[in-house]
T-cell receptor
C-alpha cells in the first residue's frame, strides 16, 4: 500500500519569499511521485514528476522538488513566490506497476502582497 | 487542444435521486480514471476504464455506483439513490496509455451536493 502525507493544510507566504510544501510518502516499492496544482474552479495540473531518474526534478512555473529516499520525502519548493502561485497543491504517489494515484490531502497556499 | 471536460460542474440532488456525471477525455486518450475527493481529504481512486471496458473498479463502492465508457460518447459515473455521504468532488482524468509514468490529465471536477 502507498500513501502520502502533506504537512500543513494551509501555508501563507509573502510575495518574493520562499515557498516550501512538504510531502512524505510511504511505499514498499520504489515510488513514482507527482505534484499537482489546482487553481480555483479548474482541474489539477501537473507541476512535476519523479520517475526514478534525476532526484532533483524541475517543473513548470519555477517549481522544483527533490526526492530523498532516506527521508521518504518529496518536498516542493519555489525560491520566490508570486501572487499567481496562490492555489491548492497536491502530492501523489504511485509505482511502476500501478496507475492508481494516491493523493495527499492538499496544501492551500496564500500569497501576501 | 481541449482538456478533459466534465459536466455538470455543480450538481445538487435530494436524497434518493440519481446523479449522472459526465467526462470527455482529451482527444486521443482512451484511458479514463475517476477519483473522488471528500471534504478535507485527498483524491481517492474509484475506477479505471478503457473504451467499452471496466478495467479496475476496486475503489468503487459496491452498491449504487456504476461507471461506463461507451464506444461513442463520454464516460459516465452514475450514482443511484444518493445519500448525504456521497457529497464530494468527483474528478475525471485521462491518459494516452496506461503506463504509470504517463501523466494523467484532470478535468475541473463535478461538485455533488446531496440535500
Amino acid at each position: 500500500a502507498q500513501s502520502v502525507t502533506q504537512l500543513g493544510s494551509h501555508v501563507s507566504v509573502s510575495e518574493g519569499a520562499l515557498v516550501l510544501l512538504r510531502c512524505n510518502y510511504s511505499s514498499s516499492v520504489p515510488p513514482y511521485l507527482f505534484w499537482y496544482v489546482q487553481y480555483p474552479n479548474q482541474g489539477l495540473q501537473l507541476l512535476l514528476k519523479y520517475t526514478s531518474a534525476a532526484t532533483l526534478v524541475k517543473g513548470i512555473n519555477g517549481f522544483e522538488a527533490e526526492f530523498k529516499k532516506s527521508e521518504t520525502s518529496f518536498h516542493l519548493t519555489k525560491p520566490s513566490a508570486h501572487m499567481s502561485d496562490a492555489a491548492e497543491y497536491f502530492c501523489a504517489v504511485t509505482n511502476n506497476n500501478d496507475y492508481k494515484l494516491s493523493f495527499g490531502a492538499g496544501t492551500t497556499v496564500t500569497v501576501r502582497a | 487542444n481541449a482538456g478533459v471536460m466534465q459536466n455538470p460542474r455543480h450538481l445538487v440532488r435530494r436524497r434518493g435521486q440519481e446523479a449522472r456525471l459526465r467526462c470527455s477525455p482529451m482527444k486521443g486518450h482512451s484511458h479514463v480514471y475517476w477519483y473522488r475527493q471528500l471534504p478535507e481529504e485527498g483524491l481517492k481512486f474509484m475506477v479505471y476504464l478503457q473504451k467499452e471496458n471496466i478495467i479496475d473498479e476496486s475503489g468503487m463502492p459496491k452498491e449504487r455506483f456504476s461507471a461506463e465508457f461507451p464506444k461513442e460518447g463520454p464516460s459516465i459515473l452514475r450514482i443511484q439513490q444518493v445519500v448525504r455521504g456521497d457529497s464530494a468532488a468527483y474528478f475525471c482524468a485521462s491518459s494516452p496509455s496506461v503506463a504509470s509514468t504517463d501523466t494523467q490529465y484532470f478535468g475541473p471536477g463535478t461538485r455533488l451536493t446531496v440535500l
